[in-house]
């Protein structure tokens, strides 16, 4: 007993034309957060930023990014934000030193 797989003329064809069209996926995108949320969240930041003297903004701008990309939703998948204030800190400082490295009688173009 044969069997047959197909002829020749079922094989894919090397013409980029000749190739059908992909399948299309319709991605549902969705924002889960609450803007009483967003606000509480934003007023605790502003307050503890404002007492430590901006010392405290790496880490309200990581709490905030989480709560945003957090709230971001993908065909029933959250997104995830896994910066910490630490690593935001430690660029914030190396960010100013190099903008510190300019000389202050230089020309910005």
Known sequence: MEQSF???????SS???AAAPAARH???LAYAGQGIDYLGLQFVNWALT??????????????E???????LVADRDAFTFHGTGRELFWGFL???????CRSPGSAIS
Request: proline share 7%.
């Open 50 to 63: 404002l007492v430590t003297l901006g010392f405290y903004y790496p880490w309200a701008r990581a709490r």
């Open 65 to 71: 990014l989480n709560f945003m990309i957090g709230s």
């Open 94 to 100: 190396r960010g100013g030193r190099c903008s510190s």
């Open 6 to 12: 197909g002829s020749a003329s079922a094989l894919p």
């Open 26 to 28: 319709n991605i549902i």
């Open 15 to 17: 013409d980029p034309q």
